[in-house]
């Protein structure tokens, strides 16, 4: 299927051809590349152009370049522009100006690439349904997914973070949705924001994109409620609250039931039960939004409802797998929680809380008693308070239930400091240290929670653990972020 002809890529960049080719994708990077992609030559962490030739080499119908890169033949098949960065947003306007597909966008400060997930499951089984990979939510992940879109898409789900601000109101408006959703407002990226109502105001700021007669799925137990329905009601948005302070998609009770979260709700009055597969009481609130959004999409709740039971945790995003230990002893086994792709104050105590809950093996190991024991790194980004956010963790009660806490980064040396003796793990400056001698932390029976900010590579620990033994994981899970 051709998704960019030569024709159609000139006229939405205004760049110029080279060669009659045709795409059926679009790639920013050579490791993942598909042949028949178009090559778009950023300059991200290195120069895109670079890598044109050996894009070309691997398959690529063409390549968006300001210039005829180094050993890259003069016909080949390119598209030339002024500004890559510039054509690829072009791009991505078209992509979505091109669709008839009904597109929500989802942003907050925690839980919003799950949520994604979540719809993009949900809707998926009820049309041709086109999702953001990852977490490509910035200034090029946002028109990559949109460049990435089919025309014949009937629902899409675009992811969009923000780092500072005035982040979040090009990439709104360019995605143009009909429906929005902030999962929640948390105290991140502290370091370039006044305070939580500077970041209310941010996330609100998804609403300066959204199409006439839009409805905003907020969550109705927020501090800051009275910012986000100010700027709904300024876009001429319905507002559609989730939560336990709302009559639209209510919260009742959730629970843990044989490692499924069982949710109670009502949704406008109506009994409404759900099921996840997760042991993580925090992913209630975003299912019962995500389920709010459906609806705003003109998708069956029936439906939704029952494809929202099959979805679990991806891998760095809390999804839990059991490690063996040894491969003839099949009963040495650790339970092993990757929540490793990244960490703020609300998404950390989501996870301790997760794994105060665990249930450990006793007697099947050489401690015999099984533990709850965490790794966890540097949470970035929050700016003067950090290093009193991080102490704070030690008050947590999800903190009192656990047996023993490994920490890594200089901030988390707070914590660890503030730890009770018998709690207290090891510090480690980095996360390959702390990748070293993991056979002499960890036994049989225990489950392990990882979790730090994506910059402190807590995937290196996780690699290690998984290492231990052969990981075969609970449930069917998918590559995030």
Not at 44 to 73: C, M, N, S, W, Y
Not at 317 to 344: C, F, K
Not at 400 to 412: A, E, F, K, N
């Amino acid at each position: 299927m051709t998704l960019w002809s030569a024709a159609d890529a000139a006229r939405a960049t205004g760049g110029v051809a080279q060669g009659d080719w045709q795409a059926s994708g679009v790639s920013i990077d050579t490791r993942s590349i598909d042949a028949g992609d178009l090559f778009v030559a950023l300059k991200v962490a290195r120069d895109g152009h670079d890598f044109v030739a050996a894009a070309l080499q691997k398959g690529a119908a063409a390549a968006i370049v300001t210039h005829i890169p180094e050993g890259v033949p003069r016909d080949a098949p390119l598209l030339i522009v002024d500004d890559v960065q510039i054509a690829l947003e072009a791009l991505g306007r078209a992509g979505r100006a091109r669709t008839n597909a009904r597109i929500v966008a989802v942003t907050g400060s925690v839980g919003k690439t799950s949520t994604k997930e979540m719809l993009a499951g949900m809707l998926g089984d009820q049309g041709r349904t086109h999702a953001s990979v990852a977490s490509y939510n910035n200034q090029w992940g946002v028109p990559l997914t949109l460049a990435r879109m089919p025309r014949d898409t009937e629902f899409a789900v675009i992811e969009i973070g923000m780092n500072h601000p005035g982040e979040i109101m090009p990439l709104a408006q360019m995605t143009r949705p009909h429906v929005v959703m902030i999962t929640t407002v948390a105290p991140v990226h502290l370091e370039a924001f006044d305070g939580i109502e500077a970041i209310a105001r941010e996330k609100a700021a998804i609403l300066d994109g959204i199409e006439p007669d839009g409805i905003a799925v907020l969550n109705a137990d927020l501090d800051q409620l009275d910012i986000l329905t100010e700027k709904a009601a300024s876009a001429g948005a319905r507002v559609m609250g989730f939560g336990r302070q709302t009559d639209d998609f209510r919260l009742g009770e959730a629970s843990v039931q044989s490692d499924v979260v069982v949710v109670q709700a009502t949704a406008h009055g109506m009994p409404l039960l759900f099921k996840i597969q997760t042991e993580g009481l925090h992913f209630a609130m975003n299912a019962l939004g995500a389920l709010a959004v459906c609806e705003a999409m003109g998708a069956d709740l029936a439906l939704a409802t029952m494809a929202l039971a099959r979805w679990s945790p991806v891998q760095g995003r809390g999804a839990r797998e059991v490690v063996r230990l040894d491969p003839v002893e099949a009963e040495l086994t650790l339970d092993l929680i990757d929540d490793s792709y990244n960490a703020n104050p609300a998404s950390m105590a989501a996870a301790l809380d997760v794994l105060a809950r665990a249930k450990t093996q006793d007697n099947t190991g050489r401690v015999q008693k099984g533990r709850r024991i965490a790794f966890i790194g540097d949470m970035k980004e929050l700016g003067p308070k950090g290093r009193d956010l991080h102490i704070a963790l030690a008050d947590l009660s999800a903190m009192q239930q656990l047996d023993v806490v490994h920490c890594i980064g200089p901030l988390m040396r707070a914590l660890y400091d503030r730890l009770p003796e018998p709690q207290r793990g090891v510090w480690c400056e980095t996360s390959s240290e702390m990748a070293q001698g993991m056979h002499a932390r960890l036994d049989s029976g225990d489950v392990v929670l990882v979790k730090g900010s994506l910059s402190m590579k807590l995937a290196r620990v996780v690699d290690a653990i998984r290492k231990m033994g052969h990981a075969e994981l609970h449930s069917e899970t998918q590559d995030d972020e």
